[in-house]
């Protein structure tokens, strides 16, 4: 220490060198709402147009089901099967290589193509990282122009140009785009024409195939040169089509002669609109190592320019995680400084001078930006979780150094010179000092042990709060002894104050430590409260958060068409004021999707309103609307990264029921069956009607019917006959044919197939329509199919209520289990009490090396849950609940409470030491340790209390923490103070 303060400008200059490295790593650190890691999980698509969700299940959901579970480390297996569409998740434990997973899964499902439908398109596999997540979404429309004609003009606009465009913004990986439509060509067929000359629309079809042909390049020589030869489509128009001739009984015929041909918009499969106007969503995914500020600065330039050069377009951004981001960090620093302030006038308040604070001023800002140089070196980003940790440990950096200047003002007051005050003062100080970082470093730690993503996102705020700590203890040893030299120089004493604070300490411990039973009583009282409050305090994976957005997510529980299903979501919204709204209907494109496709019979919608409070009041209006109807409403939070990671819509409890009899689930037919087996009421499970169209076999034989032409002629019927298509500069059109009439049973009414004869077979005669019931969905795990059964809100799910439940099972012919976020809560809780566990070992650990003792670590961990109980009165009161966030807080206001009593203790039993007894020691060492103590609480509470006003993610996040760390303290307090000396002298009688 002497070698150090006698080296003022050799420290000073360390410490600026340091001070400039941070400054420059603070603009090289990148950005992000959350650290970017790598979630455990792979998902699967599969697209098999026309298909049932059984017949997607059987043929290709179970075969892939079967090859992917032999994946090495794979946790568990969910499928999800609908018409036309298959979802697989695969879920790994945390830690496993993604990127292996990912090659593993691919090889898996190159085998399995062997043994599913030649037609299936091969099964995409996404990789899912919170750097795929999209940070903004931007709505493309025309305003007040919703014409068919216009929106496939937009269509080719966005994913032609825009898209391109926007790609190739340096920091945009993908831009995801969907609800675009797109244009196709149809041939009706002059039914009478036709049949008069004795031609079907086989004959048209092999017309445009034979026209239709693409060679390729060939290369030819001419002479001594070489030529690459081209053979351009011949049908690239729809002049090209109209043109196409045909050759009947030697009469050439072109085709717009039998036929017409109409440039139509695709089949309309999903759809999307902002507020009233039809729109394109297009989901922007940033690079990884992009920084979000950056990338919103550069969106937001091109989002002008894009403007002034296509003013008849309106553009839009919604489910902005950019603005999310920024709010977050902008509360959070507010926080920091206005915790910063208050604690300096707390210090002023209680040094009573100005040289002091002014350290501390000096100090905080020094040692966060040493803490950004090394977050930096450590590979960590600038984050709402890492962030939160460095204010975390504001307070603790605080009262590192509070207690150097403390101790060394002490020593001067003793007699010593300013030079010998602040050697000894600090070299006493550094072993507590470097042991109380230790422990709560020590605290924190465990933390990393949580399982998944839960521990991995939290890695951050533990490696934060480390980082804090040791930036602070380093500023304390070193720089601190040096600026208190170099102000104090010329003071040589102290003089000597009326100390109040000491005054009414003695006070208080004339009543608290004489009235011994009175001071317990008050202890086990909030030992009791923990006990309590640990019980019946409901426990959730996150704390709830204030939101202006939410998505309404609508089933209409009938067969509608898209364009319907539109019209119904906006009049659902229709007069609620002060709204802004993107509406989803039925399926979306989204390259990288990884939720099942909506049925068209569903929609989401995106809302946003002007205020919390506002938004209570639109979803009550909402409820209102809906409530006289069959409709089925789910209000979900919105799609923000938190929601991604923590996958927070995972219902409370799902019952899997499946047959002990067969492989399938049961049929539609046994669901009130198994209703009457269930101890509580449950939601409608979804279905839907369908046509079943059966064809009569003998009927087929008897009038001479080829079958596929048959099957042509039903597929034109439907409109679903699809032929050839154009190659277009830009891209392939689909040619189909279809006929005026959309009514099926019409259509099958007055419609003929040609049969081998020539003659004109009416088709109901060929095939029969029945309608049926079956599910929308189909899901799977890794034990095979299972009907998906939801308990309605208002049940109260309890651990007895699902062994009456299995019970009733054990004599059916089911078999029942059980999996949702209530089972998911129990096992997080477990893990984090085993965490507070192995935390507390480590403590008494490091504190039995430090006291060398096995008794006096025991003091200091008696007064940890006598505080928990201080930290859940206070998140009681404000109506809050048990959380991850609540927990972390413990382990934050453990790891301070820790500090202060290892130092008194330290004090005693260097008193003791000297030769005072035991109660003049306890008193003194009291009486040294006031302010400090009293500064640390009040400056770590201050340090967290605007999170209690102020709101965004960011602080509603970290309200709940801020809510344990304030009520442990204040309860922390009194502890240490008083509670803390009769358990030490009570230890000591027994050692």
Same mark, same amino acid.
């Given at each position: 220490?002497? &070698?150090?303060? @006698?080296?003022?400008?050799?420290?000073?200059?360390? +410490?600026?060198?340091?001070?400039?490295?941070?400054?420059?790593?603070?603009?090289?650190?990148?950005?992000?709402?959350?650290?970017?890691? =790598?979630?455990?999980?792979?998902?699967?698509?599969?697209?098999?147009?026309?298909?049932?969700? !059984?017949?997607?299940?059987?043929?290709?959901?179970?075969?892939?089901?079967?090859?992917?579970?032999?994946?090495?480390?794979l946790k568990d297996i969910e499928t999800e099967a609908r018409d036309g569409f298959g979802l697989l998740k695969l879920k790994f434990e945390y830690g496993v290589s993604t990127d292996l997973a990912f090659i593993e899964a691919n090889e898996k499902i190159d085998m399995a193509m062997n043994f599913l439908p030649r037609d299936l398109p091969r099964p995409r596999v996404i990789k899912a990282s919170t750097s795929d997540i999209p940070v903004v979404f931007l709505s493309v429309s025309i305003p007040n122009n919703n014409s068919q004609e216009a929106f496939l003009d937009l269509s080719e606009f966005s994913f032609n140009v825009l898209k391109r465009r926007i790609e190739q913004l340096p920091d945009i990986a993908i831009a995801d785009i969907s609800g675009h439509l797109f244009a196709e060509v149809q041939i009706q067929p002059n039914l009478a024409k036709l049949q008069s000359l004795g031609l079907d629309q086989g004959s048209i079809v092999q017309a445009i195939n034979n026209n239709n042909f693409e060679i390729g390049d060939l290369l030819i020589e001419d002479g001594i040169y070489q030529y690459n030869l081209r053979f351009s489509s011949p049908l690239q128009n729809k002049e090209d089509l109209e043109n196409i001739r045909i050759n009947h009984n030697q009469?050439?015929?072109?085709?717009?002669?039998?036929?017409?041909?109409?440039?139509?918009?695709?089949?309309?499969?999903? +759809?999307?609109?902002? *507020?009233?106007? !039809?729109?394109?969503?297009?989901?922007?995914?940033?690079?990884?190592?992009?920084?979000?500020?950056?990338? *919103?600065?550069?969106?937001?330039?091109?989002?002008?320019?894009?403007?002034?050069?296509?003013? #008849?377009?309106?553009?839009?951004? #919604?489910?902005?995680?950019?603005?999310?981001?920024?709010?977050?960090?902008?509360?959070?620093?507010?926080?920091?400084?206005?915790?910063?302030?208050?604690?300096?006038?707390?210090?002023?308040?209680?040094?009573?001078?100005?040289?002091? =604070? $002014?350290?501390?001023?000096?100090?905080?800002?020094?040692?966060?930006?040493?803490?950004f140089f090394l977050l930096y070196i450590f590979g960590l980003s600038?984050?709402?979780?890492?962030?939160?940790?460095?204010?975390?440990?504001?307070?603790?950096?605080?009262?590192?150094?509070?207690?150097?200047?403390?101790?060394?003002?002490?020593?001067?007051?003793?007699? &010593?010179?300013?030079?010998?005050?602040c050697k000894r003062g600090t070299s006493e100080i550094i072993s507590p000092l470097v042991s109380s970082v230790l422990t709560t470093c020590m605290v924190f730690f465990p933390l990393v042990f949580l399982s998944g993503v839960t521990g991995a996102l939290f890695y951050d705020q533990a490696l934060a709060v480390a980082i804090g700590l040791v930036s602070s203890l380093l500023v304390a040893i070193f720089v601190i002894p040096s600026i208190y030299l170099q102000i104090h120089k010329k003071t040589k004493k102290q003089s000597l104050k009326k100390d109040i604070l000491a005054h009414w300490y003695k006070k208080g411990f004339a009543i608290f430590y004489t009235k011994k039973y009175l001071t317990l009583t008050i202890a086990l009282g909030f030992l009791g409260c923990a006990l309590f409050l640990f019980k019946h305090l409901e426990f959730n994976k996150l704390p709830q958060l204030e939101e202006q957005e939410m998505r309404i997510k609508v089933d209409w529980n009938k067969n509608v068409g898209v364009e319907d299903n539109l019209e119904k979501s906006q009049l659902l919204l229709e007069d609620i004021k002060d709204i802004t709204y993107v509406v989803e209907a039925a399926e979306q494109r989204y390259l990288l999707q990884r939720e099942p496709t909506q049925n068209f019979s569903e929609t989401q919608i995106y809302l946003k309103a002007s205020s919390p409070t506002h938004l209570e009041n639109v979803k009550k209006e909402i409820l209102k609307r809906v409530?006289?109807?069959?409709? $089925?409403? /789910?209000?979900?939070?919105?799609?923000?990264?938190?929601?991604? $990671?923590?996958?927070?819509?995972?219902?409370?409890?799902?019952?899997?029921?499946?047959?002990?009899?067969?492989?399938?689930?049961?049929?539609?037919?046994?669901?009130?069956?198994?209703?009457?087996?269930?101890?509580?009421?449950? @939601?409608?499970?979804?279905?839907?009607?369908?046509?079943?169209?059966?064809?009569? #076999?003998?009927?087929?034989?008897?009038?001479?019917?080829?079958?596929?032409?048959?099957?042509?002629?039903?597929?034109?019927?439907?409109?679903?006959?699809?032929?050839?298509?154009?190659?277009?500069?830009?891209?392939?059109?689909?040619?189909?044919?279809?006929?005026?009439?959309?009514?099926?049973?019409?259509?099958? @009414?007055? *419609?003929?197939?040609?049969?081998?004869?020539?003659?004109?077979?009416?088709?109901?005669?060929?095939?029969?329509?029945?309608?049926?019931?079956?599910?929308?969905?189909? #899901?799977?795990?890794?034990?095979?199919?299972?009907?998906?059964?939801?308990p309605q809100e208002e049940v109260k799910i309890t651990h007895q209520l699902l062994e009456k439940t299995k019970n009733k099972f054990a004599s059916s012919p089911y078999n029942i289990n059980f999996s949702g976020s209530f089972l998911e809560k129990g096992n997080l809780l477990n893990e984090l009490l085993g965490v507070i566990g192995v935390s507390i070992v480590l403590l008494y650990l490091i504190m039995a090396a430090q006291f060398n003792s096995l008794t006096q670590p025991l003091i200091i961990l008696t007064e940890i849950p006598i505080d928990i109980g201080g930290s859940l009165v206070l998140v009681w009161l404000f109506g809050g609940d048990i959380n991850l966030m609540t927990g972390i807080g413990i382990v934050v206001m453990s790891g301070i409470v820790i500090n202060d009593s290892i130092l008194k203790i330290h004090t005693m039993n260097q008193?003791?030491?000297?030769?005072?007894?035991? /109660?003049?020691?306890?008193?003194?060492?009291?009486?040294?340790?006031?302010? =400090?103590?009293?500064?640390?609480?009040?400056?770590?509470?201050? +340090?967290?209390?605007?999170?209690?006003?102020?709101?965004?993610?960011?602080?509603?996040?970290?309200?709940?923490?801020?809510? +344990?760390?304030?009520?442990?303290?204040? $309860?922390?307090?009194?502890?240490?103070l008083y509670f803390l000396p009769i358990l030490y002298k009570w230890f000591s009688k027994d050692q």
């Open positions: 220490m002497k &070698f150090i303060l @006698q080296r003022p400008i050799a420290t000073f200059m360390i +410490a600026l060198a340091f001070l400039i490295l941070g400054l420059v790593a603070s603009f090289q650190i990148p950005t992000a709402l959350l650290p970017n890691i =790598p979630v455990p999980e792979i998902t699967i698509q599969v697209s098999y147009p026309n298909q049932t969700a !059984r017949n997607l299940e059987t043929n290709v959901i179970r075969q892939l089901r079967n090859q992917l579970q032999q994946i090495a480390q009469n050439i015929y072109r085709l717009k002669d039998l036929a017409k041909v109409k440039i139509v918009p695709e089949q309309i499969r999903g +759809a999307s609109s902002t *507020n009233k106007d !039809r729109a394109i969503q297009i989901a922007l995914i940033k690079q990884a190592e992009a920084s979000v500020y950056e990338m *919103n600065e550069k969106l937001s330039e091109f989002i002008l320019e894009i403007e002034k050069e296509y003013p #008849h377009l309106k553009f839009e951004t #919604h489910q902005d995680q950019t603005t999310l981001l920024k709010l977050s960090i902008d509360n959070l620093k507010s926080s920091l400084i206005l915790g910063g302030i208050l604690a300096i006038v707390i210090i002023f308040v209680f040094m009573q001078d100005l040289k002091s =604070p $002014v350290i501390i001023g000096v100090s905080i800002p020094l040692a966060l930006i040493i803490s600038i984050n709402i979780i890492s962030l939160s940790g460095l204010i975390l440990g504001v307070g603790m950096m605080i009262d590192n150094s509070i207690i150097v200047i403390d101790n060394i003002t002490q020593k001067l007051n003793e007699g &010593f010179s300013i030079f010998e005050a409530e006289n109807t069959s409709w $089925v409403v /789910d209000f979900l939070p919105p799609k923000n990264i938190f929601q991604y $990671v923590f996958g927070d819509e995972e219902n409370e409890l799902t019952a899997e029921i499946t047959s002990r009899e067969k492989i399938e689930l049961p049929y539609e037919s046994e669901i009130n069956s198994i209703e009457k087996l269930l101890p509580f009421a449950i @939601q409608e499970t979804p279905m839907q009607n369908i046509y079943n169209l059966q064809i009569k #076999h003998e009927n087929l034989l008897l009038y001479q019917v080829d079958y596929q032409k048959l099957i042509d002629e039903v597929k034109t019927v439907l409109q679903r006959n699809f032929v050839s298509e154009l190659r277009n500069v830009q891209r392939f059109i689909p040619i189909r044919m279809g006929y005026e009439e959309t009514n099926m049973q019409k259509s099958l @009414q007055s *419609n003929f197939v040609l049969n081998q004869n020539n003659q004109l077979i009416p088709l109901y005669q060929l095939v029969e329509v029945k309608k049926e019931i079956q599910y929308k969905s189909i #899901h799977g795990k890794r034990s095979g199919e299972f009907l998906k059964i939801l008193l003791k030491a000297s030769g005072l007894s035991m /109660d003049e020691a306890i008193l003194e060492g009291g009486k040294r340790r006031l302010k =400090p103590i009293l500064m640390t609480s009040i400056t770590s509470i201050l +340090a967290l209390l605007p999170f209690l006003f102020i709101g965004g993610l960011g602080a509603d996040l970290q309200k709940p923490l801020a809510l +344990a760390v304030i009520g442990g303290l204040a $309860v922390g307090t009194f502890i240490s």
